[in-house]
């Protein structure tokens, strides 16, 4: 099977393999679409099984970025880029020049920043190479906290809806995955009221969430089962699937995660079981913007009422959904394609 005919593509612009013999490098780069400006996303690190689905994560992945970044109002398109190797042994500092070279031959095309097992350590190193990053510590920084902010104010939008309420009081929240955006996300929601129910694979985070915020520690398995309110994925995506809607008794879906369908077939499926779906490229938008902040110039208190406005994109797109019986991904995707399509408008005027 040949890219074109890849499930997972979407008229993406450009896509290239790159490979360093001497740091044993091999990772993909998606160029989704530049419509609204030179493509930014970040770089993941992930011990993927085979190459084929590293190539089907990183073409669902700059997928969503465009749509991110158009929804969130921002000058940029949507790329991605994934590293394929185990984090704990292929990190080193040749690995990462040689990946900086491959984005800076891409002369602006693709903004990188981090992503899963990326730091802004790593990141300062692919600098060295090429200007063409974002998210670097002396500049915009981690962007997990504007994130995290991100994903709590879309889940307020959310338990509006679905509640009536514009507070998380007594509100009983799962959240899968304690990373540095999961666990300010939970910081959030513990402050505003509500109890928390958590898993991850680092023991100390859920051991921590439990001193800290109260959290009921469960297991990883346990988490989809929960009688609670709200599941939160903040870990990696296709959590909710085939398997996981048997089980979910939540009403809101509503986490930090990206690709947290494990098809576009379950969009629908989650309306038909009567769970509001906060689509995930909108809800974490936070991390985007931030890093836009950056890449674009913006102030600070541009960047802040940008991650503001994910409450109300959600909103917009929660009450359209409901109006038209229609499931919140399929909104998200339509009102992302509008905007970039009015961008192509213009330019051909």
Known sequence: MSLFEHKEFDQHEQVVFCHDK??????????????????????????YPSSAEALTDVLRLSRGMTYKSALAGLPLGGGKAVIIGDAKTIKSPELFRAYGRFVNSLSGRYITAEDVNIRTSDIAIVAEETKFVAGTAEKAGDPSPHTALGTYLGLKAAVKHQFGKDHLTGIRIAIQGLGAVGYDFAEYCHKDGAALFVTDINQAACERAAQELNATVVGLDEIYGLD????????????????????IKAKIIAGSANNQLATQAHDHMVMDLGILYAPDYVINAGGVIHVCSEAANMSRTETDQK???????????????????????????????????????????
């Open 22 to 47: 001497q740091t044993g490098l091999k990772a993909i780069i998606a160029i989704h679409d530049t419509t609204m400006g030179p493509s930014l996303g970040g770089t993941r690190l992930w011990n």
């Open 307 to 349: 991650v503001r406005d994910i409450y109300h994109t959600l909103d917009i797109i929660f009450t359209r959904s409901k109006a038209e019986g229609r499931p919140t991904g399929q909104i998200a995707d339509e009102l992302a394609r509008e905007v970039i399509a009015k961008k192509k408008a213009e330019r051909f005027a």
């Open 228 to 247: 609670v309110d709200v599941y939160a994925p903040c870990a990696l995506g296709a959590t909710i699937n085939d398997d996981t809607l048997k089980l």
